[in-house]
């Protein structure tokens, strides 16, 4: 069942996802090389704390962490442990809030440290760009399919790897709820959930540089990785679809 909400709902989810940017606006410019990953959320627990809301993934259960950092090849819901984390790894932090009875979620992938590399540099740059254009196509009267088409053909043109088993979601009072939302089109557009207002989603973008196919890592419990072990990446944002505009709440 879709929890479509209502205008005080998403004002109190606006709140959330304010304190959520400003949390990751605060936490990104700390993570420098050197850093291990418990450190990373250990200060993203103290910095979502400060901003007066809750930390929201170690709400789901049997996760017991703030973020998920993925590095390298390492795709999703990678938990944070002793690794160090070096000049010119590709780290994903994906992390969520919860304030006034609600949840949000963002994540963003970057180059660590100060080592260039245009290849991927590109690769980011794509996930971005997609990401943005198939927030557009989060509007009513549009279809999922419209953003799950936008999602596959700004990856795939690119020759990048759409990973098809991992999809965005809807959000509110629980992280993660209904509906999924692939980053494939499978089915005829029309065929798709037809967006209304109060439709509140995480659109997730989330790609690799070889293959679709995913694995799961072995010795790191809930970390997922390519199954060829290329470059990941995951962007996302939380939007909230009004009858006159969609916002972006992250």
């Known amino acids: 069942m879709i929890n479509y909400k209502t205008s005080k709902e998403i004002g109190a989810m606006k709140e959330c996802g304010l304190k959520l940017r400003k949390s990751v606006e605060l936490l990104l410019p700390l993570v420098k090389p050197g850093m291990t990953t418990e450190l990373i959320d250990k200060t993203a627990e103290k910095i979502i704390v400060s901003q007066g809301a809750e930390t929201s993934f170690n709400k789901v259960k049997g996760y017991f962490w703030t973020t998920c950092v993925p590095i390298n090849e390492q795709v999703v819901h990678t938990p944070p ?103 494939l089109l499978d089915k005829p557009i029309e065929k798709t959930l037809k967006i209304k207002p109060g439709l509140v989603l995480a659109i997730e973008v989330i790609y690799s540089m070889g293959t679709e196919e995913i694995a799961y890592e072995k010795g790191v419990d809930w970390s997922i990785i390519t199954a060829d072990k290329s470059l990941s990446a995951c962007f996302e944002h939380t939007v909230a679809i009004t009858d006159k505009n969609t916002f972006i709440l992250t």
């Open 81 to 183: 442990g002793k690794r160090v984390i070096k000049n010119g790894d590709v780290l994903t932090i994906d992390i969520g809030a919860y304030f006034g009875g609600f949840h949000t979620d963002y994540a963003t992938t970057f180059i660590v440290g100060k080592q260039e590399d245009s290849k991927v540099s590109h690769f980011l740059d794509i996930g971005k760009e997609t990401l943005t254009n198939a927030i557009k196509q989060a509007k009513v009267g549009n279809h999922l399919g419209h953003i799950s088409h936008a999602i596959e053909e700004g990856i795939c043109k690119n020759g990048y790897f759409v990973m098809r088993q991992l999809t965005g979601h809807g959000v509110g009072k629980e992280l993660h709820e209904e509906p999924f939302v692939p980053g």
